[in-house]
């Protein structure tokens, strides 16, 4: 079964950007890499996703200013890491970030393997 490691979050200023990554180690048949963040007191809710090959990426389908457009997800297939990167932070992004696999879906219930999650907090 696989298992995912998050890693680099931190104290991040508004307005500037991040790069989170999620290491895999293990073996997965899911197609998918997905990022999921939840804030203090929400539910969690879908960041983006990319294929096991990097074909295909797929964002939040929020239509608010708060991630329209400033995400980008890629992969390191050498590395068996996923990267999601982050730009013109505001303080509403702050959450923990979570990697998990899973189906073409935007789904949380659609994912599993869930990561332990990294803390982003974006100061205004």
């Known amino acids: 079964q696989v298992q995912l490691v998050e890693s680099g979050g931190g104290l991040v200023p508004a307005g500037g950007s991040v790069r989170l990554s999620c290491s895999a180690s293990?073996?997965?048949?899911?197609?998918?890499t997905g990022w999921f963040r939840q804030a203090p007191g929400k539910e969690r809710e879908f960041v983006a996703a990319?294929?096991?090959?990097?074909?295909?990426?797929?964002?939040?389908?929020s239509t608010t200013e708060s991630m329209k457009g400033r995400f980008q997800i890629s992969r390191d297939n050498a590395k068996d890491t996923v990267y999601p990167q982050m730009n013109t932070l505001k303080p509403e992004d702050t959450a923990v970030y979570y990697c998990?696999?899973?189906?073409?879906?935007?789904?949380?219930?659609?994912?599993?393997?869930w990561g332990q999650g990294t803390r982003v907090t974006v100061s205004s």
């Open positions: 998990a696999v899973g189906g073409y879906s935007r789904d949380p219930e659609s994912f599993h393997s």
């Open positions: 990319i294929s096991r090959s990097g074909a295909v990426t797929f964002y939040s389908e």
């Open positions: 293990g073996r997965t048949t899911m197609p998918v």
